[in-house]
Nanobody, 126 residues
């Protein structure tokens, strides 16, 4: 059984930083692309960032480019999302996800991801 557990969310002020973590179990973590998505109240879930199985390729949504950094530590079965210069528009529940098949490239399509965490709330006050 695959499990993804996010942590690191919280309430911060505009301009602050947070680092989210997601630890996986139940499959060979290092073989799969990982992604971060988010969903704000009243909005659809949207792609934030993705990272290939070996960390060699990353992808970001335009609103977070140059502010967020995705990374992974395959020895720890963990993917991270470093979020800097946070804005109120970043307020959302953040979900990590694991790719549907071995070796996929990071994608903004949520259909490319088979497993999801329960989410962690990030709230940015103005």
């Amino acid at each position: 059984q695959v499990q993804l557990v996010e942590s690191g969310g919280g309430l911060v002020q505009t301009g602050d930083s947070l680092r989210l973590s997601c630890t996986a179990s139940g499959r060979t973590f290092g073989s799969y692309v990982m992604g971060w998505f988010r969903q704000a109240p009243g909005k659809e879930r949207e792609f934030v960032a993705g990272i290939s199985w070996n960390g060699g390729t990353t992808a970001y949504a335009d609103p977070v480019k140059d502010r967020f950094t995705i990374s992974r530590d395959n020895a720890k079965n963990t993917v991270y999302l470093q979020m800097n210069s946070l804005k109120p528009d970043d307020t959302a529940v953040y979900y990590c996800s694991s790719g549907r098949a071995f070796g996929m490239s990071p994608s903004e399509r949520d259909g490319n991801y088979a497993y999801w965490g329960q989410g962690t709330q990030v709230t940015v006050s103005s």
